[in-house]
């Protein structure tokens, strides 16, 4: 099995940062591309960030400029850095992990998310 634990959300004031973190654990071989998804109320999921297991990176037009995210692939984590934090950033943020198994599955998995409220 395999598990994605996300950290670090909470109440930042707009103009705030916030950092996420999000752990793979359990029957992995490796893992390729992480990212970061987000849903607001009433809306669909969206897009945040990913990142491919050699560095590359990609962000939606939303959030250029003021996410930053990171992995490290000893340790099977990856990091959202927020900064400038806006009211319209409220949302519960997911972590998203592409894996192979140690039985060679390549499977998509999902953390259980974690709520960033952006709100003075």
């Known amino acids: 099995q395999v598990q994605l634990v996300e950290s670090g959300g909470g109440l930042v004031q707009p103009g705030g940062s916030l950092r996420l973190s999000c752990a793979a654990s359990?029957?992995?071989?490796?893992?390729?591309?992480m990212g970061w998804y987000r849903q607001a109320l009433g809306k669909e999921r969206e897009l945040v960030t990913t990142?491919?297991?050699?560095?590359?990176?990609n962000y939606a037009d939303s959030v250029k400029g003021r996410f930053t995210i990171s992995r490290d692939n000893a340790k099977n984590t990856v990091t959202l850095q927020m900064n400038s934090l806006k009211p319209e950033d409220t949302a519960v943020y997911y972590c998203?992990?592409?894996?192979?198994?140690?039985?060679?599955?390549?499977?998509?998995?999902w953390g259980k998310g974690t709520l960033v409220t952006v709100s003075s």
């Open positions: 998203n992990a592409d894996i192979v198994t140690m039985s060679y599955y390549r499977m998509n998995f």
């Open positions: 359990g029957s992995i071989f490796s893992i390729k591309a």
């Open positions: 990142i491919t297991s050699g560095g590359s990176t």
